[in-house]
Structure formats: structure tokens, C-alpha cells
Nanobody, 121 residues
Framework: QVQLVESGGGLVQAGGSLRLSCKASGTIFSINTMGWYRRTPGKQRDMVATITSGGSTIYADSVKGRFTISRDNAENTVYLQMHNLEPEDTAVYYC???????????????WGQGTQVTVSS
């Protein structure tokens, strides 16, 4: 009964910017970590950035200084601001959330459906 819906992907030229959004909805008691991952054809899904409910962040080395993750806890929404995009950033980007549906349930991991980001050279 939990859904993560991403938006904001698209086609952009190298050096451009995009902002991804992901909103979690449904039966949610609390959200611990939210994050963004990406996958290119033939490769595994790699972590891009994560953020805890307290605002602590982790970034992949390849995006440090170019991408910024943030979240709105009141809206159960996480954002990924991407600047100075490179063709190597082309991938399907997935939103992730570790959350509990009730006070007595364990933490479960949920994924969005993915949004395509394409950076042309």
C-alpha cells in the first residue's frame, strides 16, 4: 500500500541541469532513509545519493559537487538536484525509501518505477 512516484527525468544537453522528485504515499508511519539509485543497461543498480530523516547525506564519488539530495519530511518527498550533467549520467534513476507502515512493523524497502535521464553530448 506504499507507492513511490518519481518525476523530473528527461533529455538534457551536457552541462545542463535537471531536478528529480519522488513522493512516497500510502500507509506510512515513518521514513528512515530515502535515496536515489541509477542503472545503465547491462549494469547493476548503483547508489547515487541517500539522505536520512535527520538530513545526513551520502554521495557516490562520481556525483559529488554536482548533485544535491534533499527531502521534505512533511511531504514524504525526496529530491535530487543535478547540475553539470555528463553523458555518463545517462541512466534510469530510481527512488528508494526505507520505511515502516505502522509502529509495530519492521522497516521495509520500497522502490519507485524509475525515470529516464538522458544526457546528450
Amino acid at each position: 500500500q506504499v507507492q513511490l512516484v518519481e518525476s523530473g527525468g528527461g533529455l538534457v544537453q551536457a552541462g545542463g541541469s535537471l531536478r528529480l522528485s519522488c513522493k512516497a504515499s500510502g500507509t506510512i508511519f515513518s521514513i528512515n532513509t530515502m535515496g536515489w539509485y541509477r542503472r545503465t543497461p547491462g549494469k547493476q543498480r548503483d547508489m547515487v545519493a541517500t539522505i536520512t530523516s535527520g538530513g545526513s547525506t551520502i554521495y557516490a564519488d562520481s556525483v559529488k559537487g554536482r548533485f544535491t539530495i534533499s527531502r521534505d519530511n512533511a511531504e514524504n518527498t525526496v529530491y535530487l538536484q543535478m547540475h553539470n550533467l555528463e553523458p555518463e549520467d545517462t541512466a534510469v534513476y530510481y527512488c528508494n525509501a526505507v520505511l515502516r507502515g505502522s509502529p509495530w512493523s519492521p522497516h521495509d524497502v520500497y522502490w519507485g518505477q524509475g525515470t529516464q535521464v538522458t544526457v546528450s553530448s
